[in-house]
């Protein structure tokens, strides 16, 4: 990858530790990251005093004497249009815990490069990233809200990434987790090696999930089908399985498409995740629900609960059991801040063998939304967990990926995905879209590296997009015309499945028998001739997963 190629640092932490870390990247282009000489390259911003602390040896910078939220540390640095970003910082505060931002002055505006709930007596890591519009000078500081506590830094880390070497980290890190290589001997019925063998490998199923929501619109619609099936291994019901959709009117239950949209995937063997059990938006509720007391509204969700996650159960390979409970809380202000972890913990009982999900927007989308910051995920996971019985749920982490229409912020969606799966769950982005108001290209080429960085990312386990096909056009993002013919956005997923599977692959053994060749996950199809062999070619299935990455070694025997 040549020698500019820096390789990325995935590693992020949500432990709250006595020491923090050593800065990543050395620092980067932070001068003083550790503040082992005093307070060099550090100013104040705002009204606050600055200085540098020790406690067992460890040396970092105190803000304190705050009035403004604002009032901290200071920085000042040069930042190139044309680079990406990665930044990472320490943080802990005197009393309490309290979200700590890394904020960037620059001449086009404030950029916000992440956020972390920062606590007292022990330092958190804040991991974020960030672009901007122009090349200038910028001013890094951190911002809390509350002014009567201090703000204490340390191992401070900038890293400029150039275009180059942010592809490179996506193909490195492709070629590691998506692909393995394969080692093929061919010999005969006795074992003797079969020199010059041709030998052809066709992949039959891609192994990355990748698909897109469908709608009830695909019901007897043959070109939408044909369109969808050839292409996708993994969909989402955009609104078939929502209880608003599923009970209009109370007592009144109704499942007839979905029935049909999982009986169109699974005799096209395409996975199906659950979407979804419970919804915290208001304006999506029922009028009968919201009618509702409390005893009998709880009443009211655990019979949903029941219906619809034992009417599919073992038949999906994911639930969304509360989606968006992070912005919104219809449920958890009638019934108390425990709801969610109740209703996780009633759909454990019915299908807990099925992951069960939160599912968010605007966690890898926007670091200026404070809602749904990482940190504030992981808080609502744990408090899931809290609740009685709940410690051994299977949980996944759901990002929804509703892109707005500025440039994606790709280093603070790596970094963001970093701090996620450092809790080992696993994470699935589940409803990708970008604007429709960018128009083409624009919304096509943001779409291509969102999917690229999404893709690359080792801890992600599969992608959905959202474009879900309607007569009067998609939620934001449609992938084809009315026709099926494709859109420019169509277009990018067909080249990016092309791309990383459903490959055609032919070559010629060596001397000895032998065939190697790096393949994306998947089922392929080997086909052996040679001269010697009566059976013009002899057919073998190959499967090549991710479970070890050492070279998969088969003998196809003649």
């Not at 079969?194 to 192994?207: C, D, R, T």
């Not at 998947?522 to 991710?546: C, F, M, N, W």
Request: glycine share 6%; charged share 20%.
């Amino acid at each position: 990858f040549g020698a500019n190629a820096l390789t990325y640092d995935y590693t992020a932490t949500v432990e709250c530790l006595a020491n923090p870390h050593k800065p990543q990247y050395g620092g980067g282009i932070i001068k003083n990251p550790e503040s082992n000489h005093s307070l060099r390259g550090w100013s104040t911003f705002g009204n606050a005093k600055i200085e540098q602390r020790e406690s067992g040896g460890n040396k970092f910078i105190v803000a304190h004497s705050r009035n403004q939220p604002h009032d901290s540390i200071s920085q000042k640095l040069y930042l190139q249009k044309d680079k990406l970003y990665t930044f990472s910082a320490w943080i802990q505060v005197s009393d309490g815990d309290l979200p700590v931002a890394a904020v960037f002055k620059t001449t086009s505006g404030f950029k916000h490069a992440g956020t972390v709930f920062a606590k007292s007596k022990c330092w958190s890591m804040l991991k974020g990233g960030l672009t901007v519009n122009a090349s200038g000078p910028a001013e890094l500081y951190f911002e809390a809200n509350n002014t009567s506590v201090e703000i204490w830094v340390d191992s401070i880390s900038l890293q400029p990434f150039t275009q180059e070497q942010w592809k490179s980290h996506q193909d490195q890190s492709i070629e590691k987790t998506r692909q393995r290589n394969v080692r093929i001997h061919v010999v005969d019925e006795q074992g003797n090696p079969l020199p010059n063998a041709s030998i052809s490998i066709v992949q039959k199923k891609v192994g990355f999930p990748f698909g897109s929501a469908i709608n009830k619109n695909l019901l007897n619609n043959p070109a939408y089908q044909n369109w969808f099936k050839s292409r996708f291994t993994v969909t989402v019901f955009e609104n078939e399985m929502k209880w608003y959709a599923n009970e209009a009117s109370q007592g009144q239950e109704n499942y007839q498409d979905a029935d049909a949209l999982l009986q169109f995937a699974q005799q096209n063997s395409i996975a199906v995740r659950g979407h979804t059990v419970l919804w915290e938006d208001p304006t999506v509720i029922q009028g009968w629900v919201n009618s509702l007391s409390p005893t009998d509204l709880a009443k009211a969700a655990a019979k949903r609960i029941n219906s619809i996650m034992s009417r599919y159960k073992g038949q999906l390979i994911a639930w969304d059991v509360v989606n968006e409970n992070l912005h919104h809380s219809f449920f958890e202000d009638k019934l108390g801040q425990t709801a969610s972890g109740s209703f996780y913990n009633q759909a454990k009982t019915i299908d807990g063998t099925t992951t069960l999900f939160m599912n968010e927007f605007n966690t890898v989308e926007d670091s200026r939304d404070g809602k749904s910051a990482p940190d504030k995920y992981l808080q609502k996971l744990k408090e899931i967990q809290s609740f009685p019985g709940n410690n051994d749920l299977k949980l996944g982490i759901g990002l929804q990926a509703h892109f707005n229409n500025n440039p994606p912020n790709l280093a603070y969606a790596r970094a963001t995905i970093d701090t996620l799966a450092s809790t080992g769950f696993p994470v699935w982005i589940t409803e990708l879209d970008v604007a429709k108001s960018l128009g083409d290209p624009t919304q096509a080429q943001y779409l291509e590296q969102i999917l690229r960085e999404f893709h690359a990312h080792p801890k992600v386990n599969g992608i959905i997009i959202w474009s879900a096909w309607s007569p009067g056009g998609c939620y934001q993002m449609c992938l084809t015309d009315n026709n099926f013919n494709n859109l420019q956005t169509g277009n990018v997923v067909d080249k990016l499945i092309k791309e990383w599977g459903g490959s055609t692959l032919a070559g010629t053994a060596d001397t000895q028998g032998f065939f190697e060749a790096s393949l994306s996950h998947g089922d392929y199809e080997v086909k052996i001739t040679h001269p010697t062999v009566k059976i013009s070619s002899l057919a073998q299935r190959l499967e090549v997963s991710s479970l070890e990455q050492t070279t998969l070694h088969l003998q196809v025997s003649a």
